[in-house]
């Protein structure tokens, strides 16, 4: 419009000019007033658009930026809350792996102990089986090559004990050795089977060839127990060097056959707490007793009056 007004006044003093005459002055124009007056009105509008607009974007943009620290401030909040629940998921996951991992020593102990357990209690049962001379063929050809001695047993009456002697017994008569079974020392028999040379010296000794030879059938006789008490071991029966044939001569081994050492069963019964014996009051004294043994007469005793 203020385009219009321009050109408007333009023509009329291009018009004026070009007749070369001074007009008077015309009538005020209405149309022109009136688009004057819109045209300031229009520009002061725009002017106080524009301002607005200002006003509203500066508004808008402060607004903008309290919700973007806002939203910092509650985005920081939710990080922070998430990185606590991740930590405190991070702190149950190593809590719930301790006690897995607990669980699994737990398990690996009680399986440990339940297969421990099962081996003592195979031991156990085996323990209480009789003694078998397991390997009596490969004894009579480990032994077949030692000279040839006699043998005395010495063995209690019962019958794991005599049934171990007598497979002994099997061995030597096999191996042709003499043997036969010394009474009197049973009582003295300790637990397993003990093997000793006869020792006793020939008397009188007169010079030094009878102790030379003596000697000399003392350490054959020795050497055959050693090696009597390595068969009876590779069998699995438990022997050793006795001392008990002081009264035979060289040339004898005194086999001396107790009861079955037993130390699973005694290792059971210790850990299983085996109860003291009750307390015998005799006057005053009290005794505890477990296991004495008193020979039985084989004859029975006269009637006296």
């Known amino acids: 419009m203020e385009f219009w007004v321009i ?95 607990q669980l699994r020593k737990a398990n690996n102990e009680a399986a440990a102990n339940l297969e421990e357990e099962k081996r003592k209690r195979f031991e156990l049962a085996a323990s209480l089986l009789p003694r078998v001379f397991r390997d009596q063929s490969g004894a009579i050809a480990q032994l077949s090559t030692l000279p040839r001695v006699s043998v005395a047993f010495e063995f209690l009456d ?71 008490v390595r068969a009876l071991q590779t069998s699995g029966i438990e022997a050793k060097i006795g001392n008990s044939g002081g009264g035979l001569p060289p040339g004898t081994i005194v086999i001396s056959v107790g009861p079955k050492p037993n130390a699973v069963l005694e290792d059971t019964i210790k850990e299983l707490a085996e109860p003291p014996p009750t307390p015998l009051q005799q006057g005053r004294f009290s005794h505890s007793m477990r296991g004495n043994r008193q020979s039985i007469p084989e004859a029975p005793p006269e009637n006296k009056p």
Request: some cysteine; hydrophobic content about 40%; glycine content about 6%.
């Open 158 to 228: 019962e019958r794991e004990i005599k049934a171990t002697a007598e497979q002994i017994n099997f061995v030597t008569t096999n191996l042709y050795w003499n043997g036969w079974r010394r009474r009197g020392h049973e009582i003295f028999v300790d637990e397993g089977v003990a093997v000793s040379p006869g020792a006793k010296r020939p008397t009188p000794l007169t010079g030094p060839a009878p102790t030379i030879e003596w000697l000399t059938q003392l350490q054959r006789t020795e050497a055959v127990c050693d090696e009597v």
């Open 7 to 101: 050109w408007r006044e333009r023509r009329d003093d291009v018009e004026a000019f070009s007749l070369g005459i001074v007009r008077l002055a015309d009538r005020p124009s209405t149309v022109k007033y009136v688009i004057e007056i819109l045209s300031v009105l229009f520009i002061t509008a725009g002017i106080v658009g524009e301002l607005w607009v200002g006003i509203k974007i500066t508004s808008i943009n402060g607004m903008l930026r309290s919700k973007n620290t806002e939203l910092r401030s509650k985005t920081g909040q939710l990080i922070a809350l998430l990185n606590q629940e991740t930590e405190q998921l991070r702190k149950d996951a190593n809590a719930e792996a301790t006690k897995i991992e």
